[in-house]
């Protein structure tokens, strides 16, 4: 059953440390995303990536980074920088990066920092 | 940026059709438009895409005006299970396949 796995689905931590955030896919696709979605807001846009060693910046990548070392995996690491890191952390992939390939979304992570 | 316009909120009567409206009035013309919906503490679910020409899957109908500038997801019959915020994205094909989601519309479907 192919799709995107996001790990874990709570995850908490303490201010000042950093921490991983999974994504897993098996559809094969070439594209990954990470958004973090703020309470009762839009998605927006973190990291991404077309290719296997590639990655680009998205609307607000300060305070996060991203390895693409596999094409099944594109882990998204939250540093302490991030001033903000509470939120909820969406993961997608697309067959390819272009406007007509759709996105797939794993059920996400929401990470709690106090 | 690639942004979208849409109402804050929609309310519904099971049974009947929906029609959430979207503007995108700075849409260029190889830009796609893309509908996803959302379940709390849920991924977004892709519902239905298209460029120009209106698009029917098994989910909803997509209503793209002549001059693409706004566009209108159709749910033909809605059901208590539709009930989600919708987002209507426009791509921004300078930067790949980079879709911003704005705040989207909440469908209330009432029993």
């Known amino acids: 059953d192919g799709g995107i796995t996001q790990s874990p689905k709570y995850l908490f931590r303490k201010e000042g440390q950093n921490v991983t955030l999974s994504c897993e896919q098996n559809l094969n696709h070439d594209a990954m995303y990470w958004y973090r979605q703020d309470p009762g807001q839009g998605l927006r846009l973190i990291y991404y990536s077309q290719i296997v060693n590639d990655f680009q910046k998205g609307d607000i990548a300060e305070g996060y980074s991203v390895s693409r070392e596999k094409k099944e995996s594109f882990p998204l690491t939250v540093t302490s920088a991030q001033k903000n890191p509470t939120a909820f952390y969406l993961c997608?992939?697309?067959?390819?990066?272009?406007?007509?390939?759709?996105?797939?979304f794993g059920n996400g992570t929401r990470l709690t920092v106090t | 940026d690639a942004k979208t316009t849409q109402p804050n909120s929609m309310e519904s009567n099971e049974e009947e059709p929906v029609h959430l409206p979207c503007n995108h009035s700075t849409i260029s013309g190889t830009d796609y438009i893309h509908w996803y919906r959302q379940l709390p503490s849920q991924g977004p679910e892709y519902v239905i895409h298209?460029?120009?020409s209106n698009v029917n899957n098994r989910m909803a109908s997509l209503a793209i005006a002549e001059d693409r500038k706004s566009s209108t997801l159709i749910l033909h019959r809605a059901t208590l299970r539709d009930a989600a915020v919708y987002y209507c994205?426009?791509?921004?094909?300078?930067?790949?396949?980079?879709?911003?989601f704005g705040g989207g519309t909440r469908l209330m479907v009432k029993p």
């Open positions: 997608a992939s697309s067959i390819a990066a272009g406007g007509s390939s759709p996105l797939h």
């Open positions: 994205i426009r791509t921004n094909n300078n930067a790949g396949n980079m879709l911003t």
């Open positions: 298209g460029l120009t």
